[in-house]
């Protein structure tokens, strides 16, 4: 039985190539032709494969569409967490996971800070959108015309000094973080809290979340907290592969200095 799964299963990697026709799946498996009819036959039942007016096979429907509602049931929440958590293990800051839905940028996830000082967010709170460093990260990845479209609406409140004052400089900043794949927040919703994200990216390459690392100044300077930036991107893409099934990339650079453009 075992034997027969796995050439059932060996003929999907095989049509997805393109369409074979029937002696060209015995032959990639090894087998009798009768034998690969009956493994064809069973897979176009489920739906899997289907036969063309030419004869060949190729891969069914159902297939697709068991693929996509694999992908829309993923909780990028429950494979990001333990991750979060090491994270947060490693260096004691204050991690967040966030999401945009309904025009909004949401906290859907939260490790505490082991140190006295805590950051005030909460989960499924609404974050200062044009200052934050998640929402910068989820915004960037939206098309030039969607970005222009959620800038235009936007308004632009002076949290602090050093807060997105326009629509102008925040589709700057926005191009900037789309270009290197990170976003920082220092200062720019409370003098004393830095913060540095980084996308969490889905099969089809698109940011499905992003993460962040957080702490105020009494425990970190901004400088001491960029240092942390290549772990937090390390651990972004290893939520990634999770969630995507792809390869992680390697960020073991030099981190940034405060003095690099973020804001």
């Known amino acids: 039985m075992s034997q027969t799964v796995d050439r059932a299963l060996s003929i999907l990697p095989l049509l997805a190539e393109g369409p074979a026709d029937l002696g060209q799946v015995a032959d990639r498996l090894g087998v009798h032709k009768s034998t690969a ?8 039942e489920h739906g899997l494969v289907y036969r063309q007016s030419d004869q060949r096979y190729r891969l069914g429907a159902r297939l697709f569409a068991l693929a996509q509602e694999a992908v829309e049931n993923l909780d990028v929440r429950e494979i990001a967490h333990p991750h979060l958590v090491r994270l947060n293990e490693s260096c004691g800051h204050t991690v967040h996971l966030a999401v945009y839905e ?3 940028v ?3 996830d939260k490790v505490e800070s082991r140190y006295p000082v805590r950051m005030y967010s909460r989960i499924g709170k609404p974050v200062a959108i044009t200052v934050a460093a998640v929402a910068k990260l989820l915004l960037a990845d939206l098309s030039e015309a969607e970005r222009r479209a959620v800038a235009d609406r936007l308004d632009y409140p002076m949290y602090t000094a050093r807060s997105t004052p326009s629509a102008p400089a925040f589709l700057k900043e926005l191009a900037t973080v789309r270009e290197q794949g990170w976003a920082t927040d220092l200062g720019g ?4 809290i830095n913060c540095v994200a980084a996308p969490i990216r889905g099969a089809d390459g698109r ?4 993460m962040s690392l957080s702490a105020p ?3 970190v300077t901004a400088e001491e907290l960029l240092t942390l930036l290549p772990l937090v991107r390390r651990t972004a893409d290893a939520i990634s592969h999770d969630y995507s099934g792809k390869a992680p990339t ?3 650079g030099k981190a940034p200095t405060e003095q690099d453009p973020k804001e």
């Open 207 to 210: 940011v499905a979340a992003a």
């Open 189 to 192: 919703h409370e003098e004393s």
């Open 217 to 219: 100044n009494v425990v």
């Open 250 to 252: 390697d960020h073991s």
């Open 102 to 104: 309904d025009n909004e």
């Open 106 to 108: 949401l906290y859907i």
């Open 37 to 44: 009819l009956r493994l064809l036959r069973t897979l176009h």
